[in-house]
């Protein structure tokens, strides 16, 4: 198990702290001993998030911020070093998503997909790029992304290009900031039962059943399984990995691909 010093003086930005796995993810790591900005959309839900993290001992701040626009991720890192001092994590957690069949998707739809998960990655990953540089434990970026990413999503082209894009955005950073001491990794969670988008998308449209008999393991997952996976790559107990994507799926693509 991790300890409370685990992350102990570490400064993190998690990007849709607010709610669901980046929430899980920036309250465990102020348990852990790291400081956390929370990043979001809705200025109300962070700064509640934040407090409800506050209330319990830990070290956090929140901000506004759409990450579809650079200005907006660029003033929350700022702050975030200016808060804190540093910044050594960066959670891209924030993401938007909609069934939708592609001969049905808008063009403003698919834009808007991939503004918010692979422009917005990019634009926290160029925004962090020079504190992570200096971070004195060696920066550390981690983008949440999912394997349909990887062996594609019908219902669902914007957000699986989106995230095939940073994978591929991820890779490429991990080798071009490897000398800068920044690593790089993904994660890529399955069906997590207690997430809004595994309600709305499964649960609420009555696949539930289904979508758990799609892993290996036959359940969902907690958001406490994806928090373990970046508490691992954000802190020294991940400190030789780099470029990798960590699959905390319940062996659900692989059970896809095996038929
Ligand atoms: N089906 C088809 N098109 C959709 C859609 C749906 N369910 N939802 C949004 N769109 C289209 C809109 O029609 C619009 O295109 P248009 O201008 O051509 O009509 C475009 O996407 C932008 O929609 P809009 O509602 O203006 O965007 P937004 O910035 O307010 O919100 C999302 C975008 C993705 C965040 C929003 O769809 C959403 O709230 N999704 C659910 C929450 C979520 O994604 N959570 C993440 C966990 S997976």
Known sequence: ???????????????????????????????????????????????????????????????????????????????????????????????????????????NGWRTVIDIDLNGTFYGCHAAYPHLKTSTFGGSIISIITMLGVTGWPGAAHASAAKGGILSLSRTLAVEWGGDGIRVNTISPGPIGDTEGVQRMYIDAGKGDLEARKTALGRFGRKADIANAAVYLGSDLGSYVTGDNIIVDGGRWLKYVAG
């Open 1 to 107: 198990m991790f300890t409370n010093e685990t992350l102990q003086g570490r400064v993190a930005l998690i990007t849709g702290g607010g709610t669901g796995i980046g929430l899980e993810i920036a309250t465990t790591y102020a348990r852990l001993g790291a400081s956390v900005m929370l990043v979001g959309r809705n200025e109300e839900r962070v700064q509640a998030a934040a407090a409800a993290i506050t209330q319990e001992g830990g070290k956090a701040q929140a901000m506004r911020a759409d990450v579809r626009n650079y200005d907006d991720v660029k003033a929350a890192v700022d702050a975030t070093v200016e808060k804190f001092g540093a910044l050594d994590i960066l959670v891209n957690n924030a993401a938007g998503n909609f069934v939708c069949p592609t001969a049905e998707l808008s063009p």
